[in-house]
C-alpha cells in the first residue's frame, strides 16, 4: 500500500547536531506535503522544544510529544489525546527506585507540556537544552509537589550514576503501571502504561483513516523502538542504537547526512 503518513523523530534523526532541519530535508518534507502525505513529528520534547523545528520543518498538521503521551494540532491547538500517570504509580516508582539509588531528583511535565514542575536540586543539573528550558526558571519544590499530581511524563535524573544505570534499576524494581524509556537525553523518561511513540501515531491514524501498513516511520533511539516495529516501513538513521538498527526494515545515511531525506526522495521517485 502506498504511504500516507510519515512520522519522523526529531533529535538524532531529522536534526542534525547543530539543531536545525536542513534545506535538503526541509525540501523531501514539503514534496511529500505536496504529494498528499502527511508529515508528523513524534518527539520527546514538549511544545516549548518542538515549536522552533516545527517551524523549520513546516510541520503544522499534528505533532505528538513526550513519547507519544499526547497529541496537539499544531496550527488549531486542539488535543488529541493526553494520557498521564497517577500520582500513586509515581510516588510507589519514587518510593522504590530511591531505596536502590539515593539522591535520584525528579521533574513532571503537565498541562499539555506547557507545565514543568521540578524538584528542589533538579535546576543544577540541567542545562538548556535538556529541556528547551532555562534551568534559572525551573523554581524546586519539594517531591512531594512533584509526585502529587498527574504527569505526562516523569522525568528521573541522578547526579552522578549514568542514566543507563538508573534505567536498569528502574527496570529491575518489577514495577508496573508505567512505561519507562531513554531518548537520549541525560535522564529516564517515564509515562503511563501502554504509552509509546507506537501507541501515539496510532492514535493519529485512527483520526485520519490511515493504516499502520500506510506509515513510514524513523528513529534512531530506544523510545523510537515501538513505533518503527509497528509502521508498516521503519527506518533507523545510521546513528541509531544497535536495537534499533536491528528492528528497522531499512538503515538509512545517518541525520548529519540527511538520511531522512533520502528515503523520502527515493520513495517520491518511485
Avoid at 523549520?56 to 499526547?70: H, R
Avoid at 501498513?213 to 523510537?224: E, I, K, R, T, Y
Wanted: proline share 4%.
Amino acid at each position: 500500500m502506498p504511504i500516507r503518513l510519515i512520522a519522523t523523530d526529531l533529535d538524532g534523526t531529522l536534526i542534525g547536531a547543530d539543531g536545525r532541519v536542513s534545506t535538503r530535508t526541509r525540501a523531501a518534507l514539503d514534496a511529500a506535503r505536496e504529494a498528499g502525505v502527511a508529515t508528523i513529528p513524534v518527539t520527546a520534547r514538549q511544545p516549548i522544544g518542538l515549536r522552533p523545528i516545527a517551524e523549520q520543518a513546516g510541520f503544522d498538521d499534528w505533532a505528538l510529544c513526550g513519547n507519544g503521551a499526547y497529541g496537539v494540532h499544531l496550527t488549531t491547538g486542539e488535543h488529541l489525546f493526553a494520557e498521564e500517570i497517577a500520582p500513586d504509580v509515581q510516588r510507589q516508582l519514587a518510593e522504590a527506585l530511591q531505596e536502590v539509588l539515593p539522591d535520584l531528583v525528579f521533574a513532571s511535565v503537565r498541562d499539555a507540556g506547557e507545565g514543568f514542575v521540578a524538584q528542589e536540586g533538579y535546576a543544577a543539573l540541567a542545562q538548556l537544552n535538556d529541556h528547551k528550558r532555562d534551568p534559572a526558571t525551573m523554581h524546586g519544590v519539594p517531591l512531594a509537589d512533584v509526585l502529587g499530581s498527574p504527569s505526562l511524563k516523569l522525568v528521573i535524573r541522578h547526579p552522578s550514576i549514568p542514566i543507563h544505570e538508573v534505567f536498569e534499576a528502574l527496570r529491575s524494581l518489577g514495577l508496573t503501571g508505567f512505561e519507562a524509556t531513554m531518548s537520549g537525553a541525560p535522564f529516564v523518561e517515564v509515562m503511563a502504561q501502554g504509552v509509546t511513540k507506537a501507541t501515539g501515531v496510532a492514535q493519529v491514524c485512527s483520526r485520519l483513516g490511515i493504516d499502520s501498513s500506510q506509515v513510514l516511520a524513523f528513529g534512531d533511539a530506544l523510545n523510537d523502538l515501538e513505533m518503527l516495529e509497528w509502521a508498516g516501513r521503519g527506518v533507523a538513521v545510521a546513528n541509531a542504537i544497535d536495537a534499533v538498527r536491528d528492528a528497522a526494515d531499512e538503515v538509512t545515511e545517518s541525520n548529519e547526512d540527511d538520511g531522512v531525506a533520502i528515503v523520502i526522495e527515493r520513495m517520491l521517485g518511485g
